[in-house]
């Protein structure tokens, strides 16, 4: 078992398959080193975790929402190394859109828990770049989608 393994059984997770793409776009692309994941939407075993924060969810379950995209932007970056996670060097960024009444501001903090899980799981390669930003709507009314930039060796 490798440490990331370890680290994540821990927690009590695990990387789910790798989402397939719901329209006409690739799940990544790779360019040399950098790999590209599209955006992951929050879903959990129970299916999508829809709503709105400052309406339907509070920031604790928004960064649970932004854990769970984070899970699947790992499922899409094991894909991508053909299952051999030892391949990722470090996060580079993430962008994290939430679903967000015009009065909510806690964006960063609903994005902490996709970063806070990446820091957990690869120590300092998992430190990186960001932006968090509010979004009217999301696909199919989800609470967060988030994207991600990752450095391969």
Not at 5 to 12: C, H, I, K, S
Not at 20 to 47: H, K, R, T
Not at 68 to 82: F, I, N, T, W
């Amino acid at each position: 078992m490798t440490d990331f393994d370890t680290r994540l059984a821990d927690l009590g997770l695990s990387l789910p398959d790798a989402p397939a793409p719901a329209a006409n776009y690739v799940p990544f692309v790779q360019s040399g080193a950098m790999l590209y994941v599209s955006g992951q939407i929050c879903q959990d075993e129970n299916g999508l975790i829809l709503g709105k924060l400052g309406a339907d969810l509070d920031t604790a379950a928004g960064a649970k929402a932004a854990e769970r995209c984070a899970l699947s932007l790992l499922a899409q970056v094991r894909a991508a190394c053909g299952g051999d996670l030892s391949k990722l060097k470090r996060v580079v960024k993430l962008t994290g859109f939430v679903n967000s009444t015009p009065d909510f501001t806690e964006q960063p903090k609903v994005v902490n828990g996709a970063s806070d899980l990446m820091v957990a799981l690869l120590g300092d390669a998992g430190r990186h770049a960001r932006s968090a930003v509010s979004a009217a709507s999301l696909p199919l009314g989800v609470a967060v989608e988030i994207e991600g930039i990752f450095e391969l060796s």
